[in-house]
């Protein structure tokens, strides 16, 4: 967990495969996507500040993965 925030590659139920989600390649997904996946879980609790701080985490992030 970084910056309070969980988030993961894969399906809830699958947790620790490398494999990507059996329903997202169901549904005929490029493999592309399938490993550009990311699964984020919210509460009720959550706010629209909590997503707005999670896009922008996001938005930070996806250009040092994509230097690498």
């Given at each position: 967990?970084?910056?309070?925030?969980?988030?993961?590659?894969?399906?809830?139920?699958?947790?620790g495969s490398k494999s990507p989600?059996?329903?997202?390649t169901a549904i005929g997904l490029?493999?592309?996507?399938?490993?550009?996946?990311?699964?984020?879980?919210?509460?009720?609790?959550?706010?629209?500040?909590?997503?707005?701080?999670?896009?922008?985490?996001?938005?930070?992030?996806?250009?040092?993965?994509?230097?690498?």
């Open positions: 967990m970084k910056h309070g925030i969980c988030a993961s590659a894969g399906s809830a139920c699958s947790t989600s059996h329903v997202l490029s493999q592309d996507l399938l490993e550009g996946a990311l699964r984020v879980t919210f509460g009720k609790d959550n706010t629209k500040e909590d997503v707005n701080f999670l896009v922008n985490k996001i938005q930070e992030i996806i250009p040092k993965i994509k230097k690498n």
